[in-house]
């Protein structure tokens, strides 16, 4: 089983990437947490898939790069951290050292102003549903995979375990940007240790003060450690405003604009990132 994993990794990432967002759109469809935004989505969905797949493809030429690369592992010590361990404990350390950095770079890429005009293309969606989860500029994934590869490697985590916390996350990624309705008893346990679509919707409101909380990739727990967890009343969450108080026309949602954002952004008229203070 592992060595089916290891072999055919990059097939099972695909299949469960695009095959994960069809299956959870479909059931969108029957339980939505919120109406749908637009009366015709399918340009937007095709849009976040075609965004999705180039970055899947950019990150899969490059993890291999970067795994097989002669350079990197000359750095890599003898003796590593997670090459002895059990598995089950190799992979509860390798999932938490990946979600703090991924904490991390998430704060970074709001606080950083060129980090954010990267990172803007995710927010800049309108309406939130599980396509929205890969839709990223292709350079943010590319920078968070060139600091992950090499810490994944200096901690020695094993591949069948490396391919399993990436799997794991994947799916909690698109659940918890999806707009599937969870009862509000269920979403509050849920939220004390994982990101819920209610949780994460606040991280996507335009209202900066919860645009800039609710940072937590897949987990929670460094939210309420860090004190940037926010909340609403369970039923704003079908009225407030998604997406960023610019950036909201259907042109702003172009393939090519969505692209060329950040390198076009006081061309475009863009504001600067405000401060929470202001």
Known sequence: ???????????????????????????????????????SPGRRWLTNWMVAYINYVALVWVSTALATSTWLRAWVPDFTLLTTVHPVLAFVVAYGVLEIIAYVLHRLHHSVPLL?????????DTHMDVTTAHRHHLFEPLIN???????????????????????VREALVLFNHSNLSIPPAL????????????????????DQQYTDSNYGVTLTVFDHLFRSATDSPHQEQTQFELGLEYLRT??????DR?????????????????????
């Not at 695009?18 to 919120?34: A, D, K, N, S, T």
């Not at 600091?147 to 591949?159: C, F, K, N, R, S």
């Not at 979403?187 to 335009?206: A, C, G, N, Q, Y």
């Not at 969505?258 to 202001?278: H, I, V």
């Open 1 to 39: 089983m592992f060595e089916a994993l290891i072999t055919h990794h990059y097939l099972i990432m695909l299949v469960l990437t695009f095959g994960g967002m069809l299956c959870i759109l479909l059931v969108e469809q029957i339980m939505p947490r919120r109406a749908m935004a637009v009366a």
């Open 116 to 124: 954010w005009r990267l990172h803007a293309v995710h927010h800049s």
């Open 145 to 167: 995979l060139v600091l992950l590869i090499p810490v994944l490697m200096l901690l020695g985590t094993p591949a069948a375990v490396m391919v399993l916390v990436v799997m």
């Open 187 to 206: 979403d509050r346990i849920l939220r004390w240790v994982i990101v819920t679509p209610d949780f994460h919707r606040l991280h996507h409101r335009s």
């Open 250 to 255: 259907p042109k702003d949602s172009r393939l």
């Open 258 to 278: 969505l692209f060329l954002l950040p390198f076009k952004w006081q061309a475009w008229g863009q504001p600067s990132r405000r401060k929470k203070s202001e």
